[in-house]
């Protein structure tokens, strides 16, 4: 584990109460993205949600009908808003057999990963996924990567990389991927947004 993970992760164990209270409530594309999802999938198909913090996404996927596990290297996140079944884990090296899943949720957590590990996580993603599968990823949209210290302060800082669409679909092309489409939208920061196939 690179030291810029594990401040990360200690900085969320730190506000994970604060964390869960403030997004408690799903952003209002998370309904049309749970909407797009049961278009595609069957209900009660298999879906982990990787880096899943108090698991407000894995319960919001759960009331749709699928068979959902949330995972998140924050013990503190995991028990932050009491949902059940969320697992310890690094997306680097995910507890799940080959082929498993009918899809991979993951928002605004591969912005964590430092750069040259990011080709790794995609390789889990598409190890895990069967054929068809699906991949709903969020990460912050821009250039560069460093210690973001304007949410909790510098004693409480996170690693973030922002990635360029252009060159993240290259690297899910690697991993085995069709990028199916992608969007883009601005908050406190700019997101983008990809849905891309396992091939």
């Known amino acids: 584990m690179t030291d810029f ?15 869960a209270r403030q997004w408690s409530t799903p952003p209002a594309w998370v309904a049309a993205e749970l909407d797009r999802l049961a278009a595609l999938l069957p209900a ?5 949600d990787i880096g899943c913090g108090p698991g407000h ?4 996927l759960r ?25 310890q884990a690094d997306m680097r090296a995910l507890p799940l057999a080959a082929r498993s899943l009918g899809a991979v949720w993951c928002v605004a957590a591969l912005l964590h990963v430092p750069r040259p590990e990011v080709p790794q996580v995609l390789g889990e993603f598409g190890r895990v996924l069967r054929p068809g599968g699906e991949l709903l990823l969020s990460v912050a949209e821009g250039d560069g990567e460093g210690w973001d210290e304007r ?15 252009e060159a993240l679909a290259a ?13 883009r939208e601005a908050t406190h920061r700019d997101w983008l947004r990809i849905h891309a196939r396992r091939r």
């Open 171 to 183: 690297l899910l092309a690697e991993a085995g991927f069709g990028i199916v489409g992608h969007e």
């Open 44 to 48: 009660g198909s298999r879906i982990a």
């Open 57 to 60: 996404h894995t319960r919001a």
């Open 151 to 165: 949410a909790y302060g510098a004693s409480l800082r996170r690693w973030f990389v922002l990635h360029r669409f």
């Open 63 to 87: 009331e749709r009908g699928f068979r959902v596990t949330g995972f998140d290297l924050s013990r503190r996140m995991l028990g932050a808003a009491r949902v059940p079944g969320l697992v």
């Open 5 to 19: 993970t594990a401040a990360t992760r200690a900085t969320y164990d730190t506000i994970a109460a604060e964390y």
